[in-house]
């Protein structure tokens, strides 16, 4: 038995209560981790024992004893990632916060600055045989929630499963002028251009449908925040859709934009929920709207 003492942002500390080996007690101090987990944590040097660094699975511990967990050494290196802030982490999957301006993947132009490069560099830090795969994307000029894949057999699971594993996909959107109609749904056939611009018909033009749900949040005169909510998850679906709406993407130039009153595309990722690839649980994960979309609606 043990009894978790305190916690700290970097630490979790348990009081030992009755005799154990070390491994059959940190499995039962934290019962949400897998076995593979825990013994990677222990082979990493991640626990202590008292005062001193213990590796060996079968060490015996005695009551009294404090075992000291020190949470992801390789979260120390977290400092090094540029425009991402790690969320969520397992040995299957990793959601991430990713700022505007950073590529998803690389670009002809951009091999490294990316999240996926970062990523990559990040897992590699605890063996140089790990990997990541891209699972969805977000334009760069995007921010908010995305997720990774650390093996191809879960990327295939999650890509294959998309629709019925995915729960909620919530973006807000700021866009350009007063939306009048509080809530609605736009949907149409899109397709790309050779010149890799999407554009919506009414009429099967050979392309995906695509269906977007939105709602107004807040607007005055000059810009309305929309809660925008994804059916379908199709390249450019937002952007093209507030353009058909009338109302384009403040920043999106691309398709229709007169203003960029924030400096950037006015899209964020706010919310992902989905059911675990592996264990089926229902994880739910959220980005904080940025400030400058609240301040341009006041």
Same mark, same amino acid.
């Given at each position: 038995?043990?009894?978790?003492?305190?916690?700290?942002s970097?630490?979790m500390?348990?009081?030992?209560e009755e005799?154990?080996?070390?491994l059959?007690?940190?499995?039962k101090?934290?019962p949400?981790?897998?076995?593979?987990?825990?013994?990677s944590?222990?082979?990493?040097g991640?626990v202590?024992i008292?005062d001193?660094?213990?590796?060996?699975?079968n060490?015996?511990?005695?009551?009294?004893?404090?075992?000291?967990?020190?949470k992801n050494?390789?979260a120390?290196k977290?400092?090094?990632?540029?425009g991402?802030?790690?969320?969520?982490e397992d040995?299957?999957?990793?959601?991430v916060?990713?700022?505007?301006?950073? #590529?998803?993947?690389?670009?002809?132009?951009? =091999? !490294?600055?990316? &999240?996926?490069?970062?990523?990559m560099?990040y897992?590699? /830090?605890e063996?140089?045989?790990n990997r990541?795969?891209?699972?969805?994307?977000?334009?760069?000029?995007?921010?908010?929630?995305?997720?990774?894949?650390?093996?191809?057999?879960?990327?295939?699971?999650?890509q294959?499963?998309?629709?019925?594993?995915?729960?909620?996909?919530?973006?807000?959107?700021l866009v350009?002028?007063?939306?009048?109609?509080?809530?609605?749904?736009?949907?149409?056939?899109?397709k790309?251009?050779?010149?890799?611009?999407?554009y919506?018909?009414?009429e099967?033009?050979?392309?995906?449908?695509?269906?977007?749900?939105?709602?107004?949040l807040?607007?005055n005169?000059?810009?309305?925040?929309?809660k925008?909510?994804?059916?379908?998850g199709r390249?450019?679906?937002?952007?093209v859709?507030?353009k058909? #709406?009338g109302?384009?993407?403040?920043?999106d =130039? !691309?398709?229709? &934009?007169?203003?960029?009153p924030?400096?950037?595309?006015? /899209?964020h990722?706010?919310i992902l929920?989905?059911?675990?690839?592996?264990?089926n649980?229902?994880?739910?994960f959220k980005?904080?709207?940025?400030?400058?979309?609240?301040?341009?609606?006041?």
């Amino acid at each position: 038995m043990s009894k978790n003492k305190n916690r700290t942002s970097n630490t979790m500390n348990f009081e030992v209560e009755e005799a154990s080996e070390l491994l059959p007690f940190l499995l039962k101090s934290m019962p949400n981790r897998s076995r593979n987990s825990v013994k990677s944590i222990l082979t990493r040097g991640q626990v202590s024992i008292d005062d001193h660094i213990e590796t060996k699975h079968n060490y015996p511990l005695q009551p009294g004893n404090t075992v000291t967990i020190l949470k992801n050494k390789a979260a120390v290196k977290q400092e090094q990632l540029i425009g991402l802030t790690i969320l969520y982490e397992d040995e299957d999957i990793i959601v991430v916060d990713k700022a505007a301006g950073l #590529l998803s993947i690389a670009s002809q132009k951009e =091999k !490294k600055q990316t &999240a996926h490069h970062q990523l990559m560099e990040y897992v590699r /830090l605890e063996n140089p045989l790990n990997r990541i795969f891209v699972v969805h994307r977000l334009d760069k000029d995007t921010s908010g929630v995305m997720m990774f894949a650390k093996s191809e057999k879960v990327k295939r699971t999650l890509q294959d499963n998309w629709k019925r594993i995915v729960k909620e996909r919530t973006y807000v959107a700021l866009v350009e002028g007063k939306v009048e109609k509080s809530e609605g749904t736009i949907a149409s056939w899109l397709k790309e251009t050779k010149t890799h611009l999407m554009y919506s018909s009414q009429e099967k033009n050979g392309g995906l449908r695509a269906v977007t749900h939105y709602k107004v949040l807040r607007s005055n005169k000059e810009y309305s925040l929309l809660k925008v909510q994804l059916e379908t998850g199709r390249k450019n679906q937002i952007r093209v859709h507030m353009k058909d #709406l009338g109302h384009p993407v403040v920043g999106d =130039k !691309k398709y229709g &934009a007169k203003t960029n009153p924030v400096g950037r595309l006015g /899209l964020h990722a706010k919310i992902l929920s989905f059911n675990h690839p592996t264990t089926n649980q229902l994880l739910l994960f959220k980005s904080d709207v940025p400030t400058t979309f609240i301040r341009k609606t006041k």
